[in-house]
C-alpha cells in the first residue's frame, strides 16, 4: 500500500448513503514494477449501513483498475453512479430489490 491518500466522497444512489473511497496509487510496488499505477475503489452504503447495492449483496465492494479507466468515466463518482445505475438494470436486482420492500407478514 502507498502513502498516497485516499479521496473519500459521499453519494446518495436511490436513497441510500454510500461512501465511495479511492486511491489514484494503491501499491508503489505495482506502478515501479509495471510503469503504470494501480488504483483502488471502496463502495461503502453507510445508510442505511451495509445495506445491499447492485454491484455487492454485502453493501462493500472493493475494485482494483487502472486509473485511467476511471478518469476516463470522469472521475470515481461518475464511475460509481454509471456502475449502479447499469447494475440495477439487471433482473436478479430487480427482483431482490422488489422482494425486499415486499412486506412479509411472517
Known amino acids: 500500500m502507498t502513502d498516497t491518500p485516499a ?3 459521499t453519494i446518495v444512489w436511490n436513497g441510500i ?3 465511495v473511497r479511492y486511491c489514484r496509487s494503491w501499491s508503489e510496488s505495482y506502478e515501479r514494477i509495471y510503469g503504470y499505477p494501480l488504483a483502488h475503489l471502496e463502495i461503502e ?3 442505511p449501513e451495509r445495506t445491499p447495492l447492485p454491484v455487492t449483496q454485502t ?3 472493493s475494485h482494483f483498475t ?3 479507466i476511471i478518469e476516463a468515466d470522469g472521475g470515481p463518482v461518475e ?3 454509471a456502475w449502479l445505475d447499469d447494475a440495477a438494470k439487471d433482473p436478479k436486482w430487480i427482483a431482490s430489490e422488489a422482494a425486499r420492500k ?3 407478514l411472517f
Request: without cysteine.
Open 102 to 104: 415486499q412486506l412479509s
Open 17 to 19: 448513503r454510500i461512501e
Open 79 to 81: 464511475l460509481v453512479r
Open 45 to 47: 452504503s453507510i445508510d
Open 7 to 9: 479521496q473519500t466522497h
Open 66 to 68: 487502472r486509473p485511467d
Open 59 to 61: 453493501g462493500y465492494r
